[in-house]
């Protein structure tokens, strides 16, 4: 897949898209500001036309849908039999088809999935591959022309970090590091993505890489199918319940998991944020070893330079891990400190009692 965004000045583009420009933290900075678009060549689309859409994909997922307003933005999880993440997507409907945004080394399973659960139905999924994801803040895409075919512009607003109707939030910190965070993304025509491109190319307007858009999310403790997902990953685990699950909604494949955990139980494992040792300048990689003393304790899912917090992570560590201990990570230069924040506390649950806590200041995981 050729990347139409290569050809602009500073460009460093791989096999999942532009990665940056030359600068990721002022690219940061100005995604932040709204004055940077993000193409989202690791993004990709499916529609999902049909009478019998909704109802369908509420039936499928997660997420309550049967009644999903035209232009109303929010994400279902596809679970397995016993309640742990396979797939996972934005989604939007115009009023003639929904539109689903997945991470793209998640669509071709997705799809196919969807496709094996059709039945009888009145509904006929298809990859968009003739749509590019544009991301950015609302302001930013007020400059994009999003596509439109039944009439509705195509741009889903993340609902992270509210908590959706149905949802439950488990991260106990006041306020929420997302808070403030502004994500949209359009879906546009391949067309409107070289204009782009030309655009940037010229120094008409700004982009930022991959790079920032991870930095971004990351600060914001936003959970991901391609990085914080593995093969045992409950929602609960990521604080995912949120606005990616209706706890009161019908039954689907998952669902008795999803309730005895949050209702009678907690999850095995538990995300945290980390603020890593910034003397050094090496990164952990994806499934570095996260450590308590000589006891390994979890791993890094995400990791970034933010340019305002500096080295950051996120983790999946065992729930039994003291949400006071002292952490440290796995380098190419050796183990770093870590301060840990609590996304997921060790008793979360409905019933849990946890009290509001403030957010961890900056840079005392070198202190």
């Not at 970034?304 to 729930?319: D, K, N, W």
Request: charged letters at 25%; hydrophobic letters at 45%; proline letters at 8%.
């Amino acid at each position: 897949m050729g990347d139409v965004f290569a050809a602009v000045p500073g460009a460093v583009v791989d096999e999942t898209g532009l990665q940056h420009l030359g600068n990721p933290l002022a690219e940061q900075r100005r995604l932040a500001a709204g004055t940077a678009l993000a193409p989202r060549a690791d993004r990709a689309v499916i529609a999902v036309p049909g009478e019998d859409r909704l109802t369908w994909l509420d039936s499928l997922s997660s997420q309550a849908l049967a009644r999903l307003q035209p232009g109303v933005g929010t994400e279902l999880l596809i679970l397995d039999p016993q309640g742990h993440v396979e797939h996972a997507a934005s989604v939007l409907d115009d009023g003639e088809t929904t539109w689903l945004i997945a991470d793209r080394a998640d669509v071709e399973g997705l799809y196919d999935w969807l496709r094996k659960m059709r039945f009888r139905l009145r509904v006929d999924p298809r990859i968009a591959d003739e749509f590019a994801v544009i991301g950015g803040t609302a302001g930013a895409l007020a400059g994009v022309a999003p596509a439109s075919p039944a009439g509705l512009p195509l741009v889903w607003t993340d609902p992270w970090p509210d908590v959706s109707p149905g949802g439950w939030a488990y991260a106990p910190v006041d306020p929420h590091p997302g808070a403030d965070r502004d994500w949209s993304e359009a879906i546009v025509t391949r067309d409107e993505e070289a204009r782009i491109a030309d655009a940037a190319a010229r120094g008409d307007l700004q982009l930022a890489g991959l790079a920032a858009v991870d930095a971004l999310r990351v600060a914001a403790w936003r959970p991901r199918w391609s990085a914080d997902v593995d093969e045992r990953a409950l929602p609960h685990e990521l604080d995912w319940l949120r606005t990616a699950v209706h706890l009161d909604k019908g039954c689907y494949r998952g669902q008795e998991t999803i309730a005895k955990v949050h209702n009678l139980g907690h999850p095995p494992r538990r995300l945290v944020a980390l603020q890593l040792d910034g003397s050094g300048s090496v990164l952990p990689d994806h499934g570095a070893a996260v450590r308590v003393g000589d006891d390994e304790v979890g791993a890094v899912t995400s990791a970034a330079l933010h340019y305002e917090e500096g080295p950051i992570a996120l983790a999946i560590v065992r729930r039994s891990t003291p949400i006071d201990a002292a952490l440290t990570v796995e380098t190419a230069d050796g183990p770093v400190a870590a301060a840990q924040e609590v996304v997921v506390p060790p008793d979360a649950g409905r019933t849990a009692n946890v009290p509001r806590i403030p957010r961890l200041g900056r840079r005392q995981a070198s202190q």
